[in-house]
């Protein structure tokens, strides 16, 4: 039973570029939420897909955008990179909006 | 106020102990409440998720929830040194609505000492 999926797993950029970052569900969920959890803190919510809409956004910028495909995996898009943006980004899916969700590996962003 | 809030530890116990974890939350109306385990450099793990104010017991662990308080709690039987990571609390506020994100606090580090 595969669990969820990420890629790339690390990524350096610098200030200004823009990234996108892969995410797939676990087998059979349809949910998918995206955190950003820099050192020291927990995850914070950035925002979650379920049938291919953005359901429920966090408190982040417009800079972060995101998109669900027809096969639940999902991108997270953060355009004009600042060095605050420097974080681990998790991908968790769910069987639905409501349940459980469950982390995948994550992607360590580092923005010089 | 922050939302969800934990002792940073690091709380230390000796191999075979109780460890007890502590996790306050704001929101009154809030009705699911997880439990992450995060070891270094890697991501969260769900190890328990508690609904109801009884006891919920799954191995060595067990999740408590009081309402009433606003608190959850996390015990950790017979301690080992594998079980030395961060724990993150996580709450879901009221099921009303469409509001599913998880909000997380910092985490508290344990570790147990052989």
């Known amino acids: 039973d595969a669990g969820v999926t990420q890629s790339p797993t690390h990524l350096i950029k610098t200030r200004g570029q823009q990234v996108t970052l892969r995410c797939s569900p676990k087998?059979?969920?349809?949910?998918v939420s995206w955190y950003q959890q820099a050192l020291g803190q927990g995850p914070q919510f950035i925002f979650q897909y379920y049938e291919e809409e953005e359901r429920q956004r966090g408190n982040f910028p417009d800079r972060f955008s995101g998109h669900q495909f027809p096969n639940y995996s999902s991108e997270l898009n953060v355009n004009a990179l600042l060095l605050g943006d420097s974080a681990l980004y998790l991908c968790?899916?769910?069987?639905?909006?409501?349940?459980?969700?469950?982390f995948g590996p994550g992607t360590r962003l580092t923005v010089l | 106020q922050k939302e969800v809030e934990q002792n940073s530890g690091p709380l230390s116990v000796p191999e075979g102990a109780i460890a007890s974890l502590n996790c306050t939350y704001s929101?009154?109306?809030?009705?699911?409440f997880f439990w992450y385990r995060q070891y270094s450099g890697k991501s969260p793990e769900l190890i328990m998720f508690i609904y109801s104010n009884d006891d919920k017991e799954d191995g060595r662990f067990t999740a408590q929830l009081n309402k009433a308080s606003q608190y959850v709690s996390l015990l950790i039987r017979d301690s080992q040194p594998s079980d030395s990571a961060t724990y993150l609390c996580a709450v879901r506020p009221n099921s009303g609505g469409s509001n599913y994100k998880l909000t997380f606090g910092k985490g508290t580090l344990l570790t147990v000492n052989p």
């Open positions: 929101d009154r109306g809030s009705q699911s």
């Open positions: 087998s059979g969920h349809d949910t």
């Open positions: 968790a899916s769910s069987l639905g909006p409501p349940n459980e969700q469950f």
